[in-house]
Structure formats: C-alpha cells, structure tokens
C-alpha cells in the first residue's frame, strides 16, 4: 500500500513537470518573428492531460490491484511460515523439554549410584574394620578365624554370622564361674601355687596354703592378693557359695600391673612440697606459738585492769593518792603502770591529765602490740612462698617435659606435686595467721580502751570527792 501511494506521487510530479515544460516552448514559437517565415509544419495533436491522469491513474490502479495481490499472497504466506515455524519451534521446545527431564533423571541416578558407591565403600570399611577387630579380640582368647581359607571365602554376612557365634560361644564360657590351677604371689612377693578362681574375664581369686583372697593383675598375665582381706569370700565361693556381698577388684586386662594407691600421710604430702615447703610449715609453727605467747600475754594484761581499779578505788575516794599509788604499784602489768601515772599527776589540770594517761598508754601499746607484726608478716609471707613452691614445680616440670615429653606422666608428677603442694601449705598457714592476728590485734585495742577508761575512773572519783569536799567547807 505505501508502495502504491509513493507511485502515485511520482506520477503527479511528472504530469505536472510536462505541462509546464509545454508552456514555455508555445509561448517562445509565438514571439519570435522568424517563426512565421519558417515553413508550415504539420500542427501536434494536443494532449488531454485528464486522459493521460486518466490513463495514469488506470495504470497506477492496476499496479496496485497487483501489488495489494501480491502483499495478500505474500502475509498468506508468511503466515504459513509462521504457523510452520512455530510448530517447529513447540516441537523443539518440547523436545528441549523432555531432554531436560532425562538429564536431570540421568543426574539423579548418577548421585544415587555415587551415594551407593560411597555406601558400599564406607559398609566395606566399617566391616573391615569390625573383622579385623573381632578377629584380633578373638585371637587373644585362641579362636583364630580370620587365618582360615574357607572363613576368608565367605561373604560378608556369612563372616559376620560366624564371628558372632564363635564371640557368644566365647561369651557363655566366660561369663561363668570357672576353676583352673595356677600361680599368684602374695603380699610379700612370694610366688605361691594354688587354685585361680575366675569371674568371667574381670575378675580373679586366689586359693593357696599360704593365702588366699582377691588378686589384682601384677603385668605379664601374673596376679597378686588385693591389699583388701577377702580370704572368707574367696573360700565361700570355691565351695559353691554366694555371699551377699561380694569383694571384687574389677580389671580389664591382666597384661599391665596394677600399682597399689599410695598411703597419704602429713608427712608424706609435706614432703612432696620439698624445701619450700619445710621453710612454710616452719613459718607457721613459730607463727603459732607466738599467737599462743601473745594471747597469753594479752590475757593476763586484760584481766589485770578491773583488779587494778578496784584496788585504788577506795582509797582515792579518800583523797589517799600515795597510798592509792602503793597498792596498785604491788600490780604488775599495763594496767597497774597507766593508773599510777594518773595518780602521780593527779591534782595536775584536767586538760594536762588527759593527755598524760594517752602518753602511758601509748608507752604500753608497744608492750600490747608484741608479735603481733610478725604474725602478720607470716600471714603475707606464707602465700609468696607457695607462689614461688608454685613456680619452681612448674619450672621443674617444663624441664621434664623438655627431655622426656609427655608420655610418661609419672615423671611429671613431683613438679605438679610441688607446685600445688607449696600452694596449700601456704594457705593453710596464711589463713589461721592472718585470722588470729587480727583478733589479737583488736583484743589488745579493747585492753588499750579498758586501761584509759579505768584511768579516767580512778581521777572522776578523785575530783568528785574533791569537788564534795570544797562545797561542804564552802557551806
């Protein structure tokens, strides 16, 4: 149609461009004098512009009809490729489709079959493993399968059928009471002969002349009595008793020995503290007896203060100072020399009195406060100790551990043992110390208190009597 229409346009340019090109040629004939001159010529037939439109337009008409035919023919046919082309395209894509769902299937059996090889592999090694280990439990009580051809022939499941029989046969025969001649030592070492009674595979009693009664491995496959007596029992049941409680030393294999736990004793695990630790229980043994000392002191200075007063009292109400003086100089101790100090300065000024009794006790405070700084310094000292007993075991067990390595653990227990040891001893000596210290300290606070409130006692009463003395001569 656009095709058509640009035709069209052409055409109607060109008609128009012949009829103005006619214009000029007629009007040039006419003006021009030596035209008329010329010969006559046979006159152009005049073109009729409608008929050449007309034809034109016919012409252009036509061209359409056969151009609007052949765009009709043209869509019938694109449309047919179309419908073509799609069918072909629903066709692949269906077919993409369906390849898409056989890969992923082929994907999925892929990962199944890998899951499965995997699953067999790990099955296999998993019975492997269990084969070689029952045959290797089984080899040690005499049952050898593994070695013989026809076992090796067999699947898997019939391996594992036999393994299970031969280990509950083996079950059954161990887990009963069973009676077997054999040797065992005694507590002393001495190797005796004698009847081994078994209890399954974990436990053994020994029965002999020389003793009898639970044994414990002693390494090689050999025994030795338990520590424990159980020589009653051992008998009871090689008769054929049962008792109702049975004394049993429970083991898992008789090819190591078995060490008897060590005794503790004070000595023993001060002794592990080396010399660090000696320095830190005597510490706190001087510690102790001069807290025993102090409280000694302290109580005898304490319980001297009421006596004291009671005797100056009546005679200071007399206004008897020297005599007040005498008797309590006949007591001794702080409280005795603090009174009579008062009692010397006694009609001194009030201000002045005071301040004397404060210096006499304070003389005396040096005398209340004896040992008391070293209690307290062993209090301190002791954990600083333990701290370095602490360092020198740890240094001691990194040197061990530096030229033997971890394996064997025996040889890095006296390292751990002084460290923690010295530790302890520390605190067990710091604790007591510090805590008496203080209650020391503070009793002999109290006795301070006591002392000067009996001084200041002792001078009330002398200036009341004296204040009722000065009234009475007043009135």
Request: glycine share 8%.
């Amino acid at each position: 149609m656009k095709r058509a229409k640009f035709c069209l346009m052409a055409l109607c340019l060109l008609i128009a461009g012949s009829v103005s090109a006619q214009e000029p040629e007629a009007t040039a004939v006419a003006a021009t004098p030596a035209a008329a001159a010329a010969p006559t010529l046979p006159a152009a037939k005049p073109v009729s512009v409608d008929e050449a439109y007309r034809k034109e337009f016919a012409f252009l008409s036509a061209q359409k009809r056969e151009l609007a035919a052949q765009l009709q023919q043209m869509q019938r046919s694109s449309a047919q490729q179309r419908a073509t082309l799609n069918s072909e395209i629903a066709a692949l894509e269906s077919r993409v489709l369906a390849l898409d769902n056989e890969t992923s299937r082929l994907a999925e059996e892929s990962n199944l079959a890998e899951e499965a090889a995997i699953n067999n592999e790990e099955t296999s090694n998993l019975l492997a493993a269990t084969f070689a280990q029952a045959s290797a439990t089984l080899e040690g009580y005499g049952i050898e399968l593994m070695k013989s051809e026809p076992f090796a022939a067999l699947a898997d499941g019939d391996k594992t059928a036999q393994m299970f029989a031969a280990a509950d046969r083996k079950l059954g025969e161990l887990s009963s009471v069973r009676k077997e001649s054999g040797n065992f030592f005694l507590a002393d070492g001495t190797q005796v002969e004698g009847t081994l009674l078994r209890l399954g595979n974990i436990a053994v009693y020994g029965i002999s002349d020389q003793g009898a009664g639970a044994l414990v491995p002693a390494g090689g496959g050999q025994f030795k009595l338990w520590r424990e007596p159980s020589a009653e029992i051992a008998e009871a049941l090689a008769a054929g008793q049962q008792p109702a409680v049975l004394p049993v030393f429970v083991f898992e294999s008789a090819a190591s020995a078995i060490a008897e736990p060590e005794k503790k004793t004070v000595s023993g695990e001060v002794a592990k503290g080396g010399p660090i630790g000696y320095v830190i229980l005597a510490l706190g043994a001087i510690a102790m007896v001069l807290v025993l000392l102090r409280a000694i002191f302290l109580s005898q200075a304490g319980a001297a203060v009421q006596p004291t007063i009671a005797a100056a009292a009546p005679l200071v109400r007399q206004h008897r100072a020297a005599e007040a003086i005498d008797a309590v100089k006949q007591r001794k101790g702080s409280a005795a020399r603090v009174v009579t100090a008062a009692l010397r300065n006694i009609e001194r000024e009030r201000e002045h009195l005071e301040d004397i009794i404060s210096e006499a006790i304070l003389h005396e405070s040096t005398r209340l406060n004896r040992f008391g700084s070293i209690i307290l310094m062993v209090a301190a000292v002791a954990p600083l100790l333990g701290l370095l007993g602490t360092v020198t075991g740890m240094i001691q067990t990194f040197d061990v551990i530096t030229e033997f390595g971890t394996s064997d653990p025996k040889l890095l227990a006296g390292g751990i043992a002084t460290a923690l040891v010295t530790t302890e001893l520390g605190l067990i000596v710091a604790i007591p110390c510090l805590l008496l210290g203080n209650l020391l300290s503070g009793w002999a606070e109290r006795i301070k208190d006591d002392m000067e409130q009996g001084a200041i006692k002792v001078i009330n009463m002398y200036q009341e009597r004296r204040d009722s003395t000065l009234s009475a001569k007043a009135a």
